[in-house]
């Protein structure tokens, strides 16, 4: 089982669209996927055909230790993987952490109990750097960085790059940045053609070769509470991210 975070300390970056169409995508090729939704905000699970609202358990009871995973996850059966949801609740798990031994290591302990029941773990982590993404990014294996190819693109990078170097050295020897994935990409747009190249001069193969593309269908999604891959698979970008999928696929078989 590898778990991956899906961070970037910007909002509104894709990071929660990656998350459940990369969880789509892995479920369509036969991966066995669980998806961690870590924002209060809740999108990743509405956005997996899980209704927030009647939520009985989630992510929140399982950081409290009062529920395992294999109590608060839900088979989202559209969408062909399990998900450990978030609601408001955890907007207060912030605080209740903050009093409690190993509250950096919570998600990793509940992890370690279901290690053999799935092939890759996703975790949507919220825009910030609070105890919430420590918990994700203490649990993972690796980093997945969704960036758009704007101006400033690289220089919000070196906050989450420090992040990343300091959690590595001092809490999960582990972790490491798998990738950035290039995302709402439009190549006509001579600009972000132009910060693409300077992200693959500067980082190598750490930029995935998979290209997301900006597109219509991928931002219409959530609204009918499903990933892009599940409610229209012949878009250009739910392929892409299916592309994707299998690049990850194979970089974990790289992986020691
Ligand atoms: P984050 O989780 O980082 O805040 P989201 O995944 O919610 O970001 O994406 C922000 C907005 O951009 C959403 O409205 C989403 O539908 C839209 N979006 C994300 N990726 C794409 C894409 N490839 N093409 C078009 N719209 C996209
Ligand atoms: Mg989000």
Redesign the pocket.
């Known amino acids: 089982m590898k778990i991956f975070c899906v961070a970037?300390q910007k909002?509104?970056?894709?990071?929660?669209?990656?998350t459940v169409n990369l969880a789509a995508g892995l479920a369509k090729i036969g991966q066995r996927v669980l998806m961690v939704d870590l924002d209060p905000q809740g999108?990743a699970t509405m956005g997996s055909a899980v209704d927030k609202r009647k939520l009985e358990l989630s992510v929140y009871d399982v950081l409290l230790e009062s529920a395992s995973i294999a109590e608060a996850r839900v088979v989202s059966d559209k969408c062909g993987y399990h998900v450990l949801g978030a609601n408001r609740d955890l907007a207060g798990a912030e605080v209740e952490l903050v009093q409690l031994e190993q509250r950096d290591q919570r998600l990793k302990n509940a992890l370690a109990q279901v290690k053999t029941e799935y092939d890759f773990v996703l975790i949507d982590c919220p825009?910030s750097l609070s105890m919430l993404t420590l918990n994700g990014l203490c649990s993972a294996h690796g980093v997945i960085v969704p960036m758009q190819c704007e101006y400033f693109a690289l220089e919000g990078l070196t906050d989450l790059v420090n992040t990343i170097k300091q959690v590595h050295a001092n809490l999960n020897p582990d972790l490491q940045i798998i990738g950035l994935l290039r995302?709402?990409f439009d190549p006509r747009i001579t600009l972000q053609q132009q910060v693409s190249d300077q992200l693959k001069a500067h980082f190598g193969d750490k930029v995935f070769n998979t290209v997301?593309?900006?597109?219509?269908r991928?931002?219409e999604a959530?609204s009918y509470g499903l990933p892009g891959v599940v409610f229209d698979a012949s878009a250009k970008?739910s392929a892409a991210y299916v592309d994707f999928a299998n690049e990850m696929v194979e970089r974990i078989q790289r992986m020691p």
């Not at 909002?11 to 990656?18: A, D, E, N, Y």
């Not at 997301?212 to 219509?216: A, D, G, L, S, Y």
């Open positions: 970037n909002g509104g970056v894709g990071k929660t669209t990656t999108n825009p995302v709402m997301i593309p900006r597109n219509v991928l931002a959530p970008g």
